[in-house]
């Protein structure tokens, strides 16, 4: 299990930094249904982790990810994939980043949040958890890399489920700070909203380009192994 956590942190924190993600909740939290929806919000997070979670160990362990003589080499061909797909992200990420003085574009729904139900605040938490097409590609990546530890069943889920809980730290943060420092931390996810808007996208290019390259490195390991 302690070799599962290892291999897919890297990707945890991947997720857990989206800057969208946490720049939703801060903007929810300011709503007048902030102290229902922001909780809910997150509580959809976990939800979308966790189906992708299911769907992909459901499929490794069905297709044997690990046989007698190592990984399968089906696992090496979806890391070569994922690599080569989150590599592709970061330099996207780095084309598009902000310019000095440049202010970052955020998505025409956020201006929506104002109106969102709580039903809608759960279902956009699903959503961008689990059908952003970086946080899909490393609970994807988190996934194979826990079936491809070889562990039990129970520590596969066990292992799951740290993963989800480390990727849902970025988007629990400020609802954390909300409730215990009330109206002392509207100041507070302001400046964490500003400072993600403008740093978000090199950090997350960097980060997408180091698990990249590992799993790509993972990928060619295996198939000369």
């Known amino acids: 299990m302690g070799q599962a956590i290892g291999e897919f942190l890297p990707a945890a924190l991947g997720v857990a930094i989206s800057p969208l993600p946490i720049v939703a909740v801060v903007l929810m939290l300011v709503t007048p ?14 939800v979308g982790l966790a ?29 070569l994939v994922l690599g080569l ?11 598009g980043r902000p310019r000095e003085g440049e202010e970052p574009a955020t998505p025409k729904w956020m201006g929506a949040l104002d109106h969102f ?19 899909l590609l490393l609970a994807v990546a988190a996934g194979a890399a826990i079936a491809d530890a070889g562990v039990s069943t129970g520590h596969e889920i066990a292992s799951y489920v740290v993963f989800a809980l480390i990727a ?20 507070i ?36 192994g």
Do not use: C
Not at 208 to 222: D, E, P, R, T, W
């Open 189 to 224: 996810l302001q400046r964490m909203k500003t400072w993600l808007g403008h740093n978000n996208a090199v950090i997350m290019a960097v980060l997408l380009l180091v698990i990249g390259v590992k799993l790509v490195g993972n990928a060619i390991s295996g198939f000369s």
């Open 117 to 135: 139900t709580p039903v809608k605040s759960a279902g956009a938490g699903t959503v961008l958890s689990a059908l952003n097409p970086k946080n």
């Open 33 to 46: 249904r902030g102290r229902v929806n922001g909780p809910l919000f997150v509580l959809g997070w976990l």
């Open 85 to 95: 797909g989150l590599i592709g992200l970061a330099f996207k990420g780095w084309q």
């Open 168 to 187: 849902s730290l970025g988007v629990a943060t400020p609802l954390a700070v909300y409730f215990v420092m009330g109206e002392r931390s509207t100041e």
């Open 51 to 79: 189906l992708v979670g299911v769907l992909v160990l459901s499929i490794s362990n069905g297709a044997d990810a690990t046989g007698s003589s190592g990984p399968a080499t089906w696992v090496d061909w979806l890391f």
